[in-house]
């Protein structure tokens, strides 16, 4: 019949059935049988605690990474969470806890778990995640979250006050400038041409006989951006 197995006279409801059972049975003496009745089975609900189907095992993001969900009921189309009462009325919360609170932010809303990056925050951090049904039971997964890094550009933030003699020569470095990176590169000092003035390397030679102020475009390099 329906939601159940016989082995003999053991009937055996499906797993995690409960609800009525319509057994169909008919007595026998030997030679002649009665008509097929019935019998009503009433399977009591017993509550069966959550469990995890596929744990996602760890998730990879870059530095600065988009703000990203991603369900704790299903994950690149697999279960994760699951509990088999949850057509019967059953439901599940989520919490979390996590060993680094400095490299993301999380946070489990309804069946989703949302991550959204800390500025210039890289590393790995794991995070558990416990899923509740409505009587307390409960099971927990480790989802290990890595972070890689991603280089940031020098950013120019100010400059010493830079004074030169007329027909004189300037030359500039990295001391003369006010400067953040917030990765610890190693950078070089490039200057442009302009007005007033030529180059020799970092040696700004103002055109003779000039005096006034000169405005000489400059960049920083880390090896990678400017």
Known sequence: GEHYEIDSLAVIPDQDYN??????????DGELTSDTSSLEVHILPVNDPPMVISSIGSVEFEED??????????HLGLDYFSDPDIVYGDSLTFSLSFSDTGLVSLAADDDSLHFVSLPDEYGTTF????????????????????ISPVNDAPVFVGQDSLFVLEDSSLVLSLLDLEYYD??????TLH?????????????????????????VAAYLNDGQLS
């Open 191 to 215: 200057l442009l041409d302009g007005e007033h003035y030529i180059l020799d390397g970092l040696v700004v030679i103002p055109e003779p006989d000039y005096n006034g102020e000169l405005y």
């Open 182 to 187: 917030v990765d610890p590169d190693t950078h």
């Open 19 to 28: 609800g009525v059972l319509f057994v169909a049975a008919y007595l026998s």
């Open 65 to 74: 990474f988009a703000d990203t969900s991603i369900s704790l009921y299903s």
């Open 127 to 146: 995070v558990y995640v416990t899923a509740m049904d409505e009587t307390g039971a409960s099971v927990l997964d480790t989802l290990v979250v890595d």
